[in-house]
């Protein structure tokens, strides 16, 4: 989905960040490129429009030069991403935002439990890279067994969740949930945000809001600052674009236009 790492891609950009490139699939990388001449890309190696599974040993040289990640927009659920996702988590070479299929990677992969993953968590360190989980309630069910529909049971789960990774969870929905706990672990705090409308539930949203929290990482900001803060920069830049245009008629690209205004 060469539309939603761009999206991510191009919403760091407007959220601050410097550089900005994109590791994606050597078959969509002049795709990437074409949405914005700012966005620089890696290629890696191709598997049908994928992610093969030779594309951690390439991109793994590039990971120390980062100052964050955000990973899982648009990349698919298959070996490739396994390994990268694997990889990821394994290293933790850079502060990480994942989302969209490096969450539904854990799930299937069934690696919550692993402890081997979320040691530094369990034993109560705080001194690996931040990292920023942003699941809508479809992907926290999937990691947690906990139905979208149970609202209090999925914060509950967040709060478990962030608890046994040591990741700040960010539940996206109306109103969206920031969820983390102390550095001992052992209680959870929830953030409600005051931005945002319904208008903000369409494709590629949440694709910027990835970008977003990874841009703020980059630029030095803790996990739970950077969450709180990118929840409700792109909240404000939702409720620009709807009252620019109509919440009914919003889009992902709209977001992006409004992004660098907000700060003003």
Not at 51 to 74: H, M
Not at 129 to 153: C, I, K, Y
Not at 208 to 235: P, Y
Request: proline residues 6%; negative net charge.
């Amino acid at each position: 989905m060469a539309g939603s790492i761009a999206l991510s891609s191009i919403a760091a950009l407007h959220a601050g960040s410097g550089l900005v490139a994109a590791a994606v699939p050597d078959g969509i990388l002049e795709t990437v490129a074409g949405f914005s001449p700012a966005i620089m890309t890696i290629p890696l190696p191709d598997a049908r429009g994928a992610v093969s599974a030779e594309a951690w040993s390439a991109v793994q040289p590039r990971l120390a030069q980062q100052s964050a990640i955000g990973c899982g927009p648009g990349l698919t659920t298959g070996q490739g991403t396994v390994r990268l996702v694997e990889g990821l988590l394994s290293g933790r070479p850079a502060p990480l935002v994942l989302d969209a299929d490096a969450l539904n990677v854990i799930a299937q992969e069934d690696w919550l439990s692993r402890s081997d993953l979320w040691h530094a968590a369990n034993e109560g360190k705080a001194d690996q890279p931040a990292m920023v989980w942003t699941p809508h309630p479809g992907e926290l069910a999937r990691l947690t067994g906990v139905s979208p529909g149970d609202v209090d049971g999925q914060l509950d789960a967040a709060g478990e969740l962030a608890k046994q990774t040591g990741a700040v969870i960010v539940v996206k929905g109306g109103p969206t949930k920031v969820v983390s706990c102390d550095d001992r672990g052992s209680s959870a705090t929830v953030w409600t945000n005051s931005s945002g409308n319904p208008g903000m539930a369409t494709a590629g949203c949440g694709d910027v809001l990835t970008g977003v929290i990874t841009s703020l990482l980059g630029q030095g900001l803790g996990a739970v600052d950077a969450a709180r803060l990118g929840v409700w920069w792109h909240g404000v830049a939702g409720d620009r674009a709807a009252a620019a245009t109509s919440m009914i008629g919003i889009t992902s690209v709209d977001l992006l236009h409004h992004l660098a205004a907000v700060p003003a």
